[in-house]
């Protein structure tokens, strides 16, 4: 209607581009997945820097219902949980999810990551973890840069 081209990018996949070209994940080689914790959780899969677009890793099952009813930023303010106790659901996702795909490094990023003091320490998993270095400003910068190194047609 407007005459622009219109572009679309899942938030998570967006902020996992912006992670490896900036952030923790920036040269890291093999599998690196991208978890957004807020009202829900995104999933962004790289393998080797090329995305694996919508994986929606937020619906796997996690003890009886969708993980992101389970886990998510949103989950631990319903029920009331202490960073602890929800830091204890994360690594059970986590743990999960790493069954699937064997990540070499799993990015946790999204509005709790500004607060990741609070539930880092708490996490058990024996998978390489870190706290996105962009915070819940990747997903912007992702779509920013996956607009600009789209391949033309």
């Given at each position: 209607?407007?005459?622009c ?14 992670e ?5 994940a ?80 799993v ?16 996490l ?6 870190e ?17 600009r ?5």
């Open positions: 209607a407007a005459g081209d219109v572009h679309v990018i899942n938030d998570a996949d967006a902020a996992g581009m912006a490896l070209r900036y952030g923790v920036a040269g890291r080689k093999g599998v690196v997945l991208m978890l957004t914790f807020g009202t829900g959780i995104g999933s962004g899969l790289f393998n080797d820097g090329v995305l694996v677009p919508n994986t929606e890793f937020g619906h796997l099952e996690l003890d009886g219902a969708e993980a992101e009813e389970r886990a998510s930023a949103a989950a631990r303010d319903r029920d009331g949980l202490s960073w602890a106790e929800w830091a204890g659901r994360v690594d059970r996702y986590i743990d999960h999810i790493t069954a699937l795909v064997s990540p070499d490094l990015v946790l990023g999204g509005g709790v990551s500004k607060r990741a003091d609070k539930w880092m320490p708490h058990t998993t024996t998978t390489d973890v706290v996105a270095r962009l915070f819940n400003t990747a997903g912007i910068v992702g779509a920013a840069l996956a607009r190194h789209e391949p033309s047609r």
